[in-house]
């Protein structure tokens, strides 16, 4: 799909990788709805982005919120071509820890926000992309990304509440692929790695060493361009469908 003209939803905009692909989205001509639950933070961003960029604050499992965001980039540029959701949230917790058993609510919200409110976002872009026009090549109409982590195969001790939660995005990457087929929309999802991010921010220095320490190549976190520049690809590389990409320079996270 061409970037010039098209609309595209962004989530967990206001920061990280959802905000590298939004500027570079906007760069290469692409209108853009940045959308986050952090009001104030991607109201700034979005000015700094120039005319084409609007933004709304909500959680991305609220249904009334994401389709008000989703009206609003409709009305104002006609419809929606791109999806990208990039929002979540971390957890750490080992599943029976000095306290006892993991709180089945800190359980629940990371699979709310992570899983349930990626397949919201989408379902909802969805709908709208299934009414464009299939004068693209291919009779292509949408194109949707969705942020998964390579704890959906490596999660490390703690991770359980994580790794449920991109493994789901993982598995069901296949088969909304193949359920939007027909309408022309395609699926995939990116599994990063150790990423430069405000999720990774809040980890200790000595936790950010030990992990870079056991990148391969380049030994180095990755930085939230590069997940701009895959995301780019995919929108533009018409037979990538359906697939999870790993985007971690070759690591294997051990057991903790």
Known sequence: MEL?????????????????????LSEEGANVLMFDRDEARVQQAAGLLGERVLWAAGDVSDEEAVSRAIEQAVSRFGGIHINLNCAGIGSAGKTVGRDGPMALDAFSRVVQVNLIGTFNVLRLCAEQMCRNDDGEVDGERGVII?????AAWDGQMGQAAYSASKGGIVSMTLPIARDLARQGVRVMTVAPGIFETP???????????????IIEFPNRMGVPEEF????MHIIRNRYL???????????????R
């Open 4 to 24: 010039q003209g098209k609309t595209a939803f962004v989530t967990g905009a206001a920061s990280g990788l959802g905000l590298a692909a939004a500027r570079r």
């Open 146 to 150: 969705n942020v998964a982590s390579i």
């Open 199 to 213: 999720l990774m921010s809040g980890l200790p220095d000595a936790v950010k060493e030990a992990l870079t320490s």
């Open 228 to 231: 701009a520049d895959m995301a």
């Open 241 to 255: 469908n359906g697939e999870s990409i790993r985007l971690d320079a070759a690591i294997r996270m051990p057991a």
